[in-house]
C-alpha cells in the first residue's frame, strides 16, 4: 500500500506543466507593470504639459494698476531669461553682485536688444577690501552706454553722482533710490533729491494710510515713486559667510537654506563677489493682488525683487500668479 506523496517524485519540483504556466504568469505580471509605467510616464507627460500651458495662459499683470511701470530685479540667468519672455517688463535691473564683471556688459547688451531698459542694481553693502568698489564698477561700465537707471542700497552710494568721474555719464541717467535707503517723510525725501534722487523706493516699514500721505509728499517735491511688489525681505546682512565659517567656501554667489526652530527654511545669498551674505524671510512678501490698495498708493512702477526663485516661479509671478506662501509684511500693520 503506497502513501499519499509517495512515487510523486522530490518535494518542491514542479511539474513541467506548472512551471510553463508559472513563466506565462510572471511574463503578464511584467507586461502589466511595463504597461502601467508607460502609462503613468504619459500622464506625467501630459500633466507637464498642461501645466506648463496653464502657466503661459495666465493673464499678465492681473491686478496692476494702469499706467504704472513694470520693473524686475533679477539674480541669476535663467531668472533674467524668464524676465525677458515676459512682455509687460519695461526695465529690468541686474544684480551686479551676483554677476561677475566681464558677464555684465554682454547682460546689459541683451537687455537692450531685446527692446527693454536695463539697469544696474548696486550691492547690498560696500566693502573695500573684496573687489572693485562702486565707483569702479560704474567708471567700466557707463562709457559703453547700456544703462539707463541705477538703484542705489547703501547711503555710502549716494556721493556716486558727484565723483568727477561719473558726473557727465551719471548724472543723465534715472537715479532710484532703494527702501535700503531711508526716506521716511518729506524732510529725509527732500534730502535725498538733493543727493541726485529722481525715484525713491515706498518704505516697506510703513502701513498703508502712511505710505498714501507718504505719495503725497513725494508728489509735491516732484519726486517719482517705486513699488515693491514681490520679493523675499531681507532679514539680515551678515559679512560673516556662513559657508567660509563652516570651512566650506565655494565662489560663484551659491544658494543656501537655514532652517529655523519651526522647521522652515531661509534662503540665504552667498555674494562671493564681494563675501557677504543675506538672509531672507522665508515667506516672500506680495501685494500683487490687492488691487485697491495698489490703486490707492498710485505707484509711477512696480517692483519684482527675484532672488530665490527658479525661472517657472518668475514668469509665472510676473504674471500674476501668487506665491504659494507670502506675507503683507507691514502693509496693514505697521511699525510701533
Known amino acids: 500500500m503506497r502513501r499519499d506523496g509517495e512515487g510523486r517524485g522530490k518535494p518542491g519540483r514542479e511539474k513541467r506543466g506548472d512551471r510553463s504556466r508559472n513563466r506565462d504568469r510572471d511574463r503578464d505580471k511584467d507586461r502589466d507593470k511595463d504597461q502601467s509605467k508607460r502609462s503613468l510616464k504619459g500622464r ?142 518729506r524732510e529725509a525725501a527732500s534730502v535725498m533729491r538733493s543727493l541726485g534722487a529722481k525715484r525713491l523706493t515706498y518704505p516697506i516699514e510703513l502701513k498703508l494710510p502712511e505710505l498714501m500721505r507718504w505719495k503725497e509728499e513725494m508728489d509735491g517735491l516732484s519726486l517719482r515713486t517705486e513699488l515693491l511688489v514681490y520679493g523675499h525681505l531681507p532679514m539680515m546682512v551678515s559679512a560673516n559667510c556662513l559657508q567660509k565659517t563652516a570651512c566650506q567656501c565655494r565662489r560663484g554667489a551659491p544658494l543656501r537654506f537655514l532652517k529655523d526652530r519651526t522647521g522652515r527654511e531661509m534662503p540665504v545669498r552667498m555674494y562671493c563677489k564681494y563675501c557677504y551674505n543675506e538672509i531672507y524671510n522665508p515667506d516672500s512678501f506680495w501685494c500683487g493682488d490687492l488691487k485697491e490698495e495698489l490703486s490707492k498708493l498710485r505707484a509711477d512702477s512696480l517692483r519684482f525683487d527675484f532672488s530665490a526663485e527658479s525661472a517657472e516661479d518668475c514668469e509665472a509671478i510676473l504674471r500674476g500668479r501668487p506665491p504659494l506662501r507670502y506675507t503683507r509684511g507691514r502693509l496693514r500693520s505697521g511699525v510701533e
Open 44 to 185: 506625467s507627460r501630459e500633466e507637464g504639459k498642461r501645466k506648463k500651458e496653464e502657466r503661459r495662459a495666465l493673464p499678465a499683470a492681473v491686478a496692476f494698476p494702469p499706467g504704472a511701470e513694470l520693473r524686475v530685479s533679477v539674480t541669476s540667468y535663467s531668472q533674467l531669461l524668464a524676465a525677458l519672455s515676459v512682455e509687460s517688463a519695461e526695465l529690468i535691473y541686474l544684480d551686479e553682485a551676483s554677476f561677475s564683471d566681464s558677464e555684465l556688459p554682454g547682460l546689459l547688451r541683451r537687455i537692450r536688444e531685446h527692446g527693454r531698459r536695463a539697469g544696474l542694481r548696486l550691492r547690498r553693502i560696500e566693502r573695500t577690501d573684496r573687489g572693485r568698489s562702486s565707483r569702479e564698477l560704474l567708471e567700466s561700465l557707463l562709457p559703453e552706454g547700456l544703462l539707463q537707471a541705477v538703484l542705489y542700497r547703501s547711503m555710502e552710494q549716494l556721493s556716486l553722482p558727484f565723483e568727477e568721474s561719473l558726473k557727465r555719464d551719471l548724472n543723465p541717467l534715472e537715479q532710484v533710490f532703494d527702501y535700503t535707503v531711508y526716506a521716511w517723510n
